[in-house]
């Protein structure tokens, strides 16, 4: 395994989930908010193959990769390694739509198919209703129809050339489940004295756990059945801490919460919950160093076709989906980014009943991969 790559695209992944988060928590202020990073991440680097200039440049950074090659032999070995993981569910693919007629250079036909294992399927974009259609059924069957009508019609015409679309999908069982009969209507606090009912989990086991004084929050991990994946929960030691929290995880890698932990006894109580969004990223992306790709002038994707149109990202979206209960989790996102050619997310108490942070984690020989954060 390229050990080097793979590193480089594990690290770029972490430090792109911790910027986006907190522009994004900035953004959704008192929202729920819940994203995929690695569905994000990976859509744009196979965009990244297709760059050249200033525009592969603000790839290059905004995504926290050397190069191109780079991108494209770590996500290699990160979709193997993910798409065979056992005793969970757990599938990424890729899919490159191209519009019928339109030549794609081989270099970068290679390099997504070769590396990125997407599929290419050839559209008639002047058709917008039925390849909205065909793209939404394509990401509605990897998700276990949990994300719906990604890409609008309205997003597509006879000037559309590629749309590039990622869908990730999770479904696992906790390691240690909570009783359903334990389940009970409690009080989930959203300010010092407004609160809402919620239905509360309990159980009380051996977790990994920490309280951390810097972030001034609680840190625990729940392993699924693959105890390589888990889901790691920040939680205030405030009811109204969730701010203050996300300000000081601005230099904190998600990835390395789970560090330093020790196995305690802890009583946990945790609310079941749903999380649906849908994100235009171009506010997101463009504060993130990346709105040349949206610049009609700018953007310069000369690497993904022989044509003489001139390339821009006009559209970059995604949806997610999470669903926590008793039994376990099931988490989906995509993310689509449609291309036009120019017009010529002792026993210690941990009750979460109020606003935390969540972090579904892959583990595997000492490299975490954010996969979800909420």
Known sequence: MADSELLQVVTGNSKFANKFYNILAEEEKGKNVFFSPISAHIVLSMAYQGAAGTTADAFSSSLHLGNENIAATGYHHVMSSLNSIKDVKLHIANKIYVMQGFPLKEKFLKSASELFLSETESLNFAESENSARKINGWVEGKTNSKIKDLIDAGCLDALTRLVLVNAIYFKGNWAQQFKKEHTMKEKFYISEVESVDCHMMHLTRRFRYRADDHLQAQILE?????????????????????????????????????????????????????????????????????????????????????????????????????????????????????????????????????????????????????????
Do not use: W
């Open 222 to 374: 729940m392993k699924y059945t693959n105890e390589n994946i888990s889901m790691v929960i920040i939680l205030p030691f405030k009811r109204t801490g969730i701010e203050e929290l996300e300000k000081k995880l601005v230099d904190v890698d998600f990835a390395t919460l789970s560090e330093g932990m020790r196995s305690m006894e802890v009583e946990v109580s945790l609310p079941k919950f749903k999380v649906e969004t849908t994100m235009d990223l171009q506010s997101i992306l463009t504060r993130m160093g990346l709105g040349v790709i949206f610049d009609q002038m700018k953007a310069n994707f000369s690497e993904i076709s022989n044509s003489d149109e001139q390339l821009y990202v006009s559209k970059a979206i995604q949806k997610a989906f999470i669903e926590v209960n008793e039994e376990g989790a099931e988490a989906a996102a995509a993310t689509g980014m449609v291309m036009m050619a120019r017009c010529m997310p002792i026993i210690e108490p941990f009750t979460a009943d109020h606003p935390f942070i969540i972090s579904l984690q892959y583990s595997d020989g000492g490299s975490n991969v954010v996969l979800f954060v909420g």
